[in-house]
């Protein structure tokens, strides 16, 4: 289920046991299904206080997103790489929202999990987030699934929030209360952490939006391959669909690769290309562009170009031989 190219085999979707885990507080809440409850309150006509068999009670639904951390807030600029592709299932916060009554003059959706503690200076934070309630209400989906069991509980057992086209930071786990609200929290990890000022912008503006970016996963960085044909794959994503990928071996030009196509999920889109590798170590690049006309940058920022490192060898021995 798992494996699209034998050739290449890195998995479409990310086994839960290699998700990376991102936390900043602690100690970490151990909730219990039976007795959590999620509150919604604010400017709602209806304030809600939502136990776990409420959520299951509710339309469901699923789809499979990129999941990516965007890095350490106090280093925006260095590239992390922490990406998975994974499936979600839950209910949309469309649903939540339509329960509760949004009042009008509500523009914001406050969403904060149940983890509190201390961070960057700061004590006694809870961790909270705010979105758009427009986008968060198009978008957001409440999971209590991925990829077919119960979150655990280091990923927000028993229900988080999942932003499926925004860096992992607006995924709040542990949701534990959702404010909406007439203006942004003026919080540590909204205002103050998680900004940055965009290409040619002026002003910091939240990290929402994922940026255009793409990583090489066959061969592995480091590793030795024989000379000759080689398959080079990887994935690639963005906040839209990705148009194109290109790969540079050494100084050789850019070359495109083949790549899928991205279908109605949020999902990464795989992208291959063979080339013949001569004996001797080998810089490989790869480089993504977007339906917005984004194109990784070389260097310089979080989404640069990935690049690895293989050593292509005289090639294998012919079967039979030692
Ligand atoms: N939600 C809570 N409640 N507390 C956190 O520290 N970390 C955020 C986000 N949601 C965080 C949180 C960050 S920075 C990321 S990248 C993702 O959760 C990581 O989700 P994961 O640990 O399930 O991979």
Not at 135 to 161: C, F, I, K, W
Not at 201 to 206: H, K, L, T, W
Request: negative net charge.
């Amino acid at each position: 289920m798992f494996r699209t190219d034998p050739e290449t085999p890195d998995l479409f979707i990310t086994p839960v046991d290699e998700v990376f885990i991102r936390n900043h507080l602690g100690p970490l809440p151990r909730l219990d299904r039976a007795t959590w409850s999620l509150t919604v309150e604010g400017l709602v006509e209806r304030p809600l206080r939502l136990d776990f068999p409420d959520i299951q009670g509710l339309p469901q639904t699923r789809l499979t997103a990129v999941h990516e951390c965007f890095g350490n807030p106090l280093r925006p600029d260095v590239p992390t790489r922490a990406v998975t592709n994974l499936e979600w299932a839950g209910v949309p916060l469309a649903a939540v929202l339509e329960l509760a009554g949004p009042r009008p003059e509500a523009r914001h959706v406050w969403l904060e999990g149940a983890d509190t503690g201390d961070f960057a200076g700061e004590s006694g934070l809870s961790y909270l987030k705010d979105l758009p309630l427009d986008q968060a209400s198009a978008e957001v989906v409440l999971a209590h699934t991925m990829n077919g069991e119960p979150l655990r509980p280091d990923h927000g057992y028993p229900l988080r929030a999942v932003a499926p086209l925004m860096f992992g930071t607006n995924s709040v786990k542990w949701l534990s209360r959702i404010v909406l609200a007439a203006d942004r929290p003026d919080h540590l990890f909204t205002t103050r952490l998680y900004t940055r000022v965009p290409p040619g912008g002026r002003e910091a503006v939240p990290v929402r939006e994922k940026d255009v970016s793409s990583k090489l996963l066959t061969p592995g960085d480091g590793s030795s391959v024989p000379a000759g044909s080689c398959a080079l794959a990887g994935y690639a994503w963005s906040s839209t669909e990705v148009t194109s990928v290109e790969i540079a071996v050494d100084d050789a030009d850019w070359q495109p690769a083949a790549l899928d196509r991205r279908g109605p999920d949020p999902a990464w889109q795989r992208f291959r290309l063979r080339y013949d590798l001569a004996p001797g170590p080998h810089r490989i690049r790869c480089r993504a562009t977007d339906s917005a006309g984004r194109v990784q940058p070389l260097t310089g920022d979080r989404n640069a170009v990935h690049e690895i490192r293989v050593v292509a060898g005289a090639g294998s021995p012919p079967a039979g031989r030692a």
